[in-house]
């Protein structure tokens, strides 16, 4: 019989504090609701601060992407599990968002009888064939799949993203009754709903610029829609891995003019720039990692009354209505994308539609109701 869970560490490979990547929010989401719930809870996370939401944070350096994150997530876990160890007396389970800081998890499960849960929304290892990788790391690529699934498959309870995302894991040997599906949530109420004037001409990227998030389509469709629109700003907030790449390929093609490029912000002062456009895209192209996960942006478009244009994902178009909440596109089809704008752009009867129904779509992905799923199947399967 499994012993009651009294005490866990909370932990993940993203940044808590100050908030960066997209699964911050919701471990520390889950953190919350594990203490709402009376159990003793640790986080250990990259966090510059030693609590959160009352909560108390052992915290150690982010693994850093820009040059080998290979090499960076191997240092990572040789920090982290220095961390579990140290406070193993402390938890009954470990919480984990994502696998990059789960390697040790199943050495630590096995010798030391711990309950081993892992929340993930992106397979990590599907975007290393997409990124720039040495030699060294293209050799080392069917090693780490063989590891990253192993993670997986060795974790008690597995939530997921999208039914996409578990399909893919059911094909890779993870056990079904092991998995449940939990839609990412919002905090609508907490985003600004008012535009700017002027705003419903101008079109937003909000998040990270790495090579899986496809902004370079975006810039590549400039030329083709203020050809129509001149007057129209196209808003690139956040930095990332690409972003040079991004700004050198708006200078090359002549559409530097047209863009304001903020670099990496806090998330509170990034979401400010949602009250300057009306239309958020998801231009990611159509790849494994891409197609079985969704992204916060939707819901961030969506709860700032912002339309959203999106490629054509599986796991997208889960959440998302075409015509009525998402306008989808086909991927990396530069033309259908610029058609798919101009369209909102011009008929603006149709864009107020669209933001009006974004509005009412994000309503049913309610983070307390979210939250407490992830956790229910966490502690109780």
Not at 12 to 26: E, F, I, K, M
Not at 67 to 96: C, E, G, P, T, W
Not at 113 to 126: G, M, P, S, Y
Not at 258 to 265: D, M
Request: glycine share 6%; charged share 25%.
């Amino acid at each position: 019989m499994r012993r009651r869970i009294k005490g866990v560490i909370v932990s993940t490979h993203d940044s808590l504090y100050p908030n960066y990547g997209g699964g911050a929010l919701r471990t520390i989401k889950i953190a919350e609701e594990c203490k709402r719930r009376g159990l003793h809870v640790l986080i250990v996370a990259p966090a510059r601060t030693d609590e959160i939401s009352g909560i108390k944070v052992h915290w150690l350096h982010a693994p850093v992407k820009h040059r080998s994150q290979i090499y960076s997530a191997i240092k990572f876990n040789v920090r982290i599990l220095r961390k579990f160890l140290q406070y193993i007396n402390q938890a009954d389970m470990y919480f984990l968002h994502n696998t990059i800081a789960a390697v040790s998890l199943p050495f630590i499960k096995k010798l030391f009888k711990r309950r081993f849960a892992l929340d993930i929304t992106d397979i990590h290892v599907e975007y290393l064939p997409i990124g720039k990788r040495s030699i060294f790391e293209k050799a080392i690529t069917p090693v780490l799949f063989t590891i990253e699934y192993w993670i997986i498959k060795n974790a008690d309870a597995v939530t997921v993203a999208t039914h996409a995302m578990r399909d893919h894991l059911i094909g890779k040997g993870i056990k079904p009754s092991k998995i449940e599906v939990v839609y990412d949530g919002a905090d609508y109420m907490h985003y600004p709903t008012d535009k700017e004037p002027g705003a419903n001409k101008n079109i937003i990227h909000l998040g990270t610029i790495d090579r899986q998030h496809g902004v370079e389509y975006l810039v590549q469709a400039i030329p083709l829609i203020v050809s129509k629109y001149p007057d129209t700003k196209f808003y690139i907030v956040g930095g990332g891995r690409e972003f040079n790449n991004v700004v050198q390929l708006a200078k090359r093609i002549g559409v530097y003019r047209h863009c304001i490029f903020t670099g990496y912000l806090p998330t509170e002062k990034a979401r400010t720039y949602l009250r300057k456009c009306g239309i958020g895209v998801i231009p990611r192209a159509d790849n494994i990692a891409n197609r079985i996960v969704t992204t916060l942006k939707i819901y961030e478009y969506w709860a700032s009354g912002t339309a959203v244009v999106s490629s054509k994902l599986a796991g997208v178009e889960e959440i998302g209505t075409q015509h009525k909440d998402v306008l989808f596109f086909e991927p990396c089809n530069i033309k259908d994308f610029t058609n798919k704008i101009n369209f909102l752009l011009e008929k603006k009867d149709v864009l107020r539609s669209f933001q009006e129904n974004g509005l009412r779509k994000v309503k049913t992905f309610n983070w307390p109701i979210q939250v407490k799923k992830i956790v229910d199947f966490a502690v109780e399967k």
